[in-house]
């Protein structure tokens, strides 16, 4: 299966920790997405990739998220200074020019 | 914020019912999209609409785009087990996908 991967799939961290997750897109998916689900909650846009340029970015992306795709295959999506606000489960997806396929998403729980 | 009023917000019925979710937007979108996740997985597409009016079917599935743009319904014939989960109706615009809040849906025994 060659579907969309993140990694880790759970996270918990302490409050105030740095923490990165990973994203590795359908191969020759040339655009890639992040999105943000809490819980009750659909996912919500926070950033998007074509290639490596990031083309937009949600206002729910504050100062201490950083997205990179440094060489328009895999993304990471780095969160500094983590809050209890903070958890939630964070959702890749990837697209060539059409649908979206989801990963299974990485759960990051702050205490 | 979130710009679609997905309903009901859940369901309870028995295996063999038929299924209506509807989804309303205060604004206009070019593509509607119906997903299902379940529990620990990303969201699954199950039906894209992409002209005022359509009406698509996917097996048990069918979904219509509102005439207006601002509304989309999904129905689901028959009910079975592995039809638990959560329906979520997102409206396209551009490359960014807006979601509702999501129908969960539960079969009783």
């Known amino acids: 299966d060659t579907g969309v991967s993140q990694d880790p799939r759970h996270k918990i961290t302490k409050r105030g920790q740095n923490v990165t997750f990973r994203c590795d897109p359908i191969s020759e998916h040339n655009r890639l997405y992040w999105y943000r689900q809490t819980l009750g909650q659909g996912p919500e846009f926070l950033t998007y990739f074509q290639n490596e340029a990031q083309l937009e970015k949600s206002r729910l992306l504050s100062d201490r998220f950083s997205a990179e795709r440094p060489k328009g295959s895999f993304s990471t999506l780095e969160i500094q200074r983590t809050e209890q606000g903070d958890s939630a489960m964070y959702l890749c997806?990837?697209?060539?020019?059409?649908?979206?396929?989801f990963g299974p998403g990485t759960r990051l729980t702050v205490l | 914020g979130q710009q679609l009023n997905q309903s009901p917000q859940s369901m309870f019925i028995q295996e063999g019912e038929d299924v209506s979710m509807n989804c309303t937007s205060s604004?206009?979108?070019?593509?509607w999209l119906w997903y299902k996740q379940d529990p620990g997985e990303g969201p699954v597409l199950l039906i894209a609409l992409y002209k005022a009016g359509e009406l698509t079917s996917n097996g048990r599935l069918t979904a219509q785009f509102g005439i207006t743009r601002k509304d989309s319904f999904l129905n689901i014939s028959a009910s079975i087990p592995s039809d638990v989960g959560i329906y979520f109706c997102?409206?396209?615009?551009?490359?960014?996908?807006?979601f509702g809040k999501g129908t969960r849906l539960h079969i009783l025994p």
């Open positions: 997102a409206g396209q615009r551009d490359d960014k996908i807006i």
């Open positions: 997806a990837s697209s060539q020019a059409g649908e979206q396929f």
């Open positions: 604004s206009i979108f070019n593509t």
